[in-house]
């Protein structure tokens, strides 16, 4: 059970793993900054993860960039968007919604809406389907008759 407990606790811990001591700032103030900026940027490479998170070493490099814009002086607004000119858009885990970025806000409501239109028609389609039986044909009688008696 101890070590069961003691699995669970270091994968919790995981993400803690990616930011190298080298990294850390000083400032326990400006770190808490660069961590909680962290958590709004994606890494280019694992896609799914946050710089923080990532072991890559672009990663790394972004980390450390933001570091260095944090402690030349800007503010959080400044440093995300220096990391931004930098490294492009999809560093962010959610792009502003303007141009083509309206594409991706977009696109799980429309397909939803598609979806429940398809849904419905189907149903309505399903329904409109002939079910009066049809008379049998006297050869088919016949046939019916046959396997009656037998």
Known sequence: MRLLT?????????????????????DPA????????SRILRCPVCQG???????????RDLRLYLRERLVAGDDDKAAVQAVV??????VLFEPPARGINWLLYLA????????LFVGWRFIRARGQTETDPQ?????????????MRD
């Not at 400006?30 to 900026?37: D, K, V």
């Not at 993860?49 to 990663?59: G, L, Y």
């Not at 799980?108 to 979806?115: D, S």
């Not at 006297?138 to 396997?147: I, P, Y």
Request: overall charge negative; hydrophobic content about 45%; charged content about 30%.
């Open 49 to 59: 993860e946050t710089i923080d998170e990532s072991n890559a070493p672009i990663s």
């Open 135 to 147: 008379e049998l044909s006297t050869e088919e009688k016949a046939r019916l008759d046959r396997l």
């Open 6 to 26: 003691l699995c669970l606790v270091l994968l919790l811990a995981l993400p803690a793993w990616a930011v190298q001591p080298d990294e850390v700032l000083s």
């Open 30 to 37: 400006l770190e808490a900054r660069a961590r909680e900026i």
């Open 108 to 115: 799980g409501p429309l397909m939803a809406l598609f979806g």
């Open 85 to 90: 000119d930098r490294f492009g858009e999809y």
